[in-house]
């Protein structure tokens, strides 16, 4: 038997939440990982990617699964359709015996999935359909024939998980919260963490271990006490919190989406998975993985853990990391006469009395916080239609202040292409007619009017791009239903961001010039030009350089 150390792994889902940060730490547990990605190019800006190998697939695509086990040992499957709309159940499904027979096949030594955490004593009829899926799918998995570990979470509290974005965003906005009764549903939260460590220690079961394993910290409380005891280590003023029992999960999904980042189409399963107390049975996942002191880590410290991330910017994956299903996916074409149609186009540019590097931190650091730079009510109104119509809105924010990577959800947005100091390309992921694209560059200034001042870098030239492919008739109709605004929205974009971009190489100039003035201060006056030294009367006398007599008046 192959030795339990240096193990080849296989992620799926490597572009999601627990994906993401499940690789970084299996590489430093000493294994070689290889994550499988529908689009590989997402994974490309993680700190990590460098030392992995990614190759390009799907879990429905039979051949492309084969291939990625070739030569796994253990395969971790951490793919489900959280918000996959209907039929969503059969995909599932389908994806899961795919997975178990070719991992079969390929003579994978272990599976590990991670699962929900299904009430007890509840027919699997009356589960949500969320809750059903998650637990066939383990069910599919434990009978392939490989030894599999199933671990199976309730709420899993971490900086930029769905669910606490959900309790952080309705504790914070709300000091009077009307709330469905499931509020009052006991669950077992459990740490991002102790998670990643259950997974992490799984890779090395002995081979007769084949099993689901509750996993959940060491606390037990309604979800109301968990937004209380949210709203005490956020340093926040006491919550009142009123239930009324006639809030359906339906209901429920679209008050969470009005308060909170978290879609409609994310949120309902979401709520519909606290209709049943969700408390672990047993604890004998610790017989294999070992808890060290100090865990698990109970919800006070993972609430506190949490914020701390999110306070210091320092969030490496949000559950918006994966595309929600229905979200376009399709590249920007290279050729806009291509198969697929018309391909309609708003270009604007203009020179920038700025440095590129001004102009790039400007560019980079857009949406979020810093909104978009023009007519904030039409930014804003257009992601209220999206939530309405089901869509992400535009409360999704961004995952670090003033950096960027391929695969960032970005407002309503997904970061499609970045070149550093160059080009920012956006896929929208609203809802739309069609396809659509907003592309900005930052270049020097090929042909700058005239030189710059000796005090500032060369110009800069802002280029800004939206397109929009159409899908029928209503998709044409879109588009110039729409195009009068754009001179409003995209040229004062333009007109701002090379604003703001000015305003940035000002203030980078004046604060070194305070900086020239404070060190030429501290040099001694004997030292200085003649035109920075104080005249003698300015000198206060017991700064002076002693006199003559100095010795004899202070012996």
């Known amino acids: 038997m192959k030795a339990t150390t240096g193990l080849h792994c296989l ?46 697939g799907d879990v429905t695509d039979a051949a492309s699964v084969a291939e990625a086990l070739r ?34 096949a390929a003579g994978v030594r272990r599976i590990v999935y991670l699962g929900g955490l299904t009430p007890a004593g509840i027919r ?9 899926s998650r637990a066939e799918v383990g069910e599919i998995l434990l009978a392939s024939g490989v030894p599999t570990t199933v671990l199976r979470a309730a709420v899993i509290i971490g900086s930029g998980s769905a669910s ?30 102790d998670v990643l460590r259950y997974l992490v220690g799984s890779a090395s079961m002995p081979p007769e271990v084949s099993r689901a394993f509750d996993i959940g910290g ?28 006639m809030l359906t999960p339906r209901l429920s999904s679209h008050w969470i989406g009005l308060v909170t980042p978290v879609p409609r189409a994310l949120a309902r399963p979401l709520a519909e998975s606290l209709r049943h107390e969700v408390v672990c049975a047993e604890h004998d996942i610790a017989r294999y993985v070992p808890d060290p002191p100090g865990a698990p880590i109970g919800v006070d410290r993972a609430v506190s853990l949490a914020l701390r991330r999110v306070r210091e910017a320092d969030v490496t994956t949000r559950w918006s990391s994966a595309s929600l299903p229905g979200a376009p996916s399709d590249p920007l074409p290279t050729d806009p006469d291509w198969a ?17 590097a001004a102009l790039w931190r400007v560019v980079e650091g857009i949406g979020g916080e810093n909104g978009w730079y023009s007519f904030p009510l039409a930014w804003a109104v257009r992601g209220w239609l999206d939530r309405l119509v089901g869509g992400v809105g535009i ?9 960027l990577r391929v695969g960032d959800s970005l407002d309503f947005w997904r970061v499609e292409e970045i070149e550093p100091g160059r080009l920012l390309r956006l896929r929208a992921e609203m809802r739309l007619p069609g396809l659509a694209w907003l592309e900005m560059y930052a270049d020097p200034d090929p042909d700058p009017a005239q030189s710059p001042p000796a005090d500032r870098a060369p110009g800069a030239r802002y280029r800004q791009r939206a397109l929009f492919h159409p899908h029928g008739l209503l998709g044409h109709l879109y588009w110039w239903s729409v195009s009068p605004f754009h001179a409003v929205v995209f040229g004062g974009m333009a007109r701002n961001i090379a604003r703001a971009a000015r305003r940035l190489d000002d203030e980078a100039a004046a604060a070194g010039a305070a900086a020239t003035r404070g060190t030429a201060s501290e040099r001694p006056a004997s030292e200085r030009p003649a035109s920075e030294r104080p005249a003698p009367s300015e000198v206060p006398e017991d700064s002076r350089p002693p006199g003559p007599d100095a010795e004899r008046e202070n012996p």
Do not use: N
Request: hydrophobic share 40%.
């Open 340 to 356: 697929g149609g018309s391909l309609y186009a708003d270009e604007r540019e203009r020179a920038v009395d700025a440095s590129p």
């Open 218 to 245: 060491p606390d037990v409380l309604t979800y109301e006490e968990m937004m209380r005891r949210y709203a005490v280590v956020a340093a926040l003023p006491h919550r009142l919190i009123l239930r009324v029992p």
């Open 124 to 132: 699997a009829g009356d589960l949500s359909p969320h809750l059903r």
């Open 11 to 56: 992620v799926t889902g490597a572009t999601g939440y627990i994906g993401g940060r499940l690789v970084p730490e299996l590489l430093d547990a000493g294994h070689r990982v290889r994550c499988l990605a529908r689009s590989p190019e997402k994974l490309r800006d993680h700190p990590w990617a460098g030392r992995t190998e990614i190759v390009r």
């Open 164 to 193: 606490f974005e959900m309790l952080r965003y309705l504790t914070e906005r709300l000091p009077v919260m009307v709330t469905p009764s499931w509020v009052g549903t006991r669950v077992q939260p459990v740490a991002v963490r």
């Open 395 to 403: 409360r999704r924010g961004r995952r670090d202040a003033a950096r």
């Open 71 to 104: 030569g796994i040992d253990v395969a971790y499957y951490l793919v489900h359709a959280l918000a996959g709309g209907s039929g969503f159940e059969d995909r599932d499904r389908a994806a899961a015996r795919i997975f178990a027979e070719r991992a079969r």
